[in-house]
Every structure is written in structure tokens, then in C-alpha cells.
């Protein structure tokens, strides 16, 4: 390659390298919106399976930006997992109120309603999900599920509305509702 092409190629590197990390200092540093902070905090906390810790950055994420009902929706995913399930469920109803489209809010109320044994009122979550988003059914992408260190695909709402629909369909002496090992598999829906 001759001197000149070599220049060309270096200095058109050099200058998208300067472009991108100029983007990369606006939008990481310039064009955060109020609990955008708190919110990715509490996301890794929630990763982690510090459930406290993410419920406390949700809450300041709210704070921040009131109108951002995704922040509401980690509170109620962290509550659920501390076992809070009373209190997850108002906060669960009050992100449906707000935003009543997205499925999976319903999915996970669904799980909180199926951990709780009413599982009538889980699988009427699980059709809302399915029915607002088919592809929630998928359950985590292999990405997701890598990043976890999850080799299998865990058990969906499909799958356990599926199961909860053959149970059902079974005497009521024959049902078994619930399987803790199996059921303690099912994740929060994190979208």
C-alpha cells in the first residue's frame, strides 16, 4: 500500500475514533434524562440479586422522573423477589393503570399472582401478555440467557399457562398446581 492510501485510511480512523467517542461523551454524560442514573444502578442491582438495593435506586429513580413507569415497574419486580408480595402487587396494579399495553407488566403479575396460588388470576395475566405481545412466549434471548450464565431456556408464561390450563383440565383431586423446584426457575420479565 502506498504512503498516501495509508494516510487516507489512518486519518479517516482516527477521525470516526474522534466522532464516536464525542458521541459517546454526549449521550453517556450530556443526554442523561433525571433517574436515568438510579435506574441503571438499580438494574445492575437486580442482576445481581440485591433486590434491596435495586428497590432503593428504583425508588430514586422515581423520584427523579415521576412520569417514568419503568422505574415503577422495577420496585414491583424487586418487591416480588424480597417476597413482598402484597405490596408488590399494588405497585404492579398502579403500572398497569398507568401504562395498560404493555405485556409485560401482566406477565410479571402473572408470575406474582401464580406464586401467591391464585392461579386463576395468573393465567388471565399470562392471556392479557400473550395477547398484548405474542413474542413475550419466547421468554430470554440466548444473549440474556449467556449473560446469566443460563444454558437452559427457562420454563415461559406460555409454558405455565399451558400447564395451568392441563391442570385445570384434570379432577381437582389429580391437580398439582405447583412445583416450587420447577417454579422457583421462572424469572421476572425485565422489558
Do not use: H
Not at 24 to 37: F, K, Q, S, V, W
Not at 141 to 163: G, M, V
Request: proline share 6%; aromatic share 12%; hydrophobic share 40%.
Amino acid at each position: 500500500m502506498d504512503d498516501r492510501v495509508y494516510k487516507i485510511l489512518r486519518n479517516f480512523a482516527i477521525l470516526f475514533g474522534v466522532i464516536w467517542l464525542g458521541w459517546e461523551a454526549y449521550d453517556g454524560l450530556l443526554n442523561t434524562a433525571p433517574g436515568d442514573t438510579e435506574f441503571l444502578a438499580a438494574d445492575r442491582f437486580f442482576e445481581d440479586g440485591d433486590y434491596e438495593r435495586a428497590r432503593e435506586n428504583y425508588e430514586a429513580a422515581l423520584k427523579k422522573a415521576p412520569e417514568k413507569v419503568f422505574a415503577l415497574r422495577g420496585i414491583a419486580r424487586s418487591l416480588m423477589q424480597l417476597g413482598r408480595n402484597e405490596d408488590a402487587l399494588a405497585v404492579f396494579n398502579e403500572a398497569i393503570s398507568r401504562e395498560p399495553d404493555f405485556a409485560a407488566t401482566y406477565a410479571n403479575r402473572g408470575i406474582l399472582y401464580d406464586r401467591m396460588g391464585q392461579y386463576r388470576k395468573a393465567m388471565a395475566d399470562y392471556e392479557t401478555a400473550l395477547r398484548l405481545d405474542p413474542k413475550i412466549a419466547d421468554g430470554p434471548s440466548w444473549i440474556t440467557r449467556f449473560l446469566r450464565n443460563q444454558p437452559e431456556k427457562p420454563p415461559t408464561i406460555a409454558d405455565r399457562l399451558a400447564y395451568l390450563r392441563a391442570q385445570f383440565a384434570l379432577p381437582e383431586s389429580q391437580r398439582q398446581l405447583s412445583a416450587p423446584e420447577i417454579d422457583a426457575e421462572q424469572r421476572p420479565y425485565k422489558m
